[in-house]
T-cell receptor
Framework: DGGITQSPKYLFRKEGQNVTLSCEQN?????MYWYRQDPGQGLRLIYYSQIVNDFQKGDIAEGYSVSREKKESFPLTVTSAQKNPTAFYLC??????????????FGDGTRLSIL | GEDVEQSLFLSVREGDSSVINCTYT??????LYWYKQEPGAGLQLLTY?????DMKQDQRLTVLLNKKDKHLSLRIADTQTGDSAIYFCAESIMNYGGATNKLIFGTGTLLAVQP
């Protein structure tokens, strides 16, 4: 079955530590996205990538970094510069063509907490 | 600016109809989506409507779009306890910074179905 796999499901970060969240998709989608979800809020876009080796900042990119070396993979690093990293992180993917219906498909999320 | 608003909570009895409302501000929206999120999980795409339509029905789900008032609703007929979840509406923004598939999410409506 095609889908998006996020790992780990739960992650704990110590002060001053960088952590990396994994996102892999086998849907053959060109575009991939990272969102942050906080309680009582909608999803906020961190980074997105429309094609391999290219990515753009979303609305809340500070303290985060990404890479897109392969079409299937879009890992997110939460750096020590992100002072409030506790949240639920969601990865999504979609086809990336102009116009037309391009729903985003989501993984099951990674919950990150501070130790 | 872009903004999507939803009421935070809705409680219904099993077997009744549920109506979840959403308002949006960006008139350039192309597609509008409804997603469902169960506890601890990612977002599941439920249905969508193109901005030149005013109604779409899909089994127990009916989406109504009033483009003049920028109002979107999701009606769930014969609501079941398994429908208890958070429901997000999202609008697709054309050509946002070159990304043709940016989604703006509402804050989500928690639907509680009482047996």
């Amino acid at each position: 079955d095609g889908g998006i796999t996020q790992s780990p499901k739960y992650l704990f970060r110590k002060e001053g530590q960088n952590v990396t969240l994994s996102c892999e998709q086998n849907l053959n989608h060109d575009a991939m996205y990272w969102y942050r979800q906080d309680p009582g809020q909608g999803l906020r876009l961190i980074y997105y990538s429309q094609i391999v080796n290219d990515f753009q900042k979303g609305d809340i990119a500070e303290g985060y970094s990404v890479s897109r070396e392969k079409k299937e993979s879009f890992p997110l690093t939460v750096t020590s510069a992100q002072k409030n990293p506790t949240a639920f992180y969601l990865c999504a993917s979609s086809i990336a063509t102009t116009g037309g219906r391009k729903p985003q498909h989501f993984g099951d999320g990674t919950r990150l907490s501070i130790l | 600016g872009e903004d999507v608003e939803q009421s935070l909570f809705l409680s219904v009895r099993e077997g009744d109809s549920s109506v979840i409302n959403c308002t949006y501000t960006d008139s350039s929206s192309t597609y509008l989506y409804w997603y469902k999120q169960e506890p601890g999980a990612g977002l599941q795409l439920l249905t969508y409507i193109f901005s030149n339509m005013d109604m779409k029905q899909d089994q127990r789900l009916t989406v109504l779009l009033n483009k003049k008032d920028k109002h979107l609703s999701l009606r769930i007929a014969d609501t079941q306890t398994g429908d208890s979840a958070i429901y997000f509406c999202a609008e697709s923004i054309m050509n946002y910074g070159g990304a043709t598939n940016k989604l703006i999410f509402g804050t989500g409506t928690l639907l509680a179905v009482q047996p």
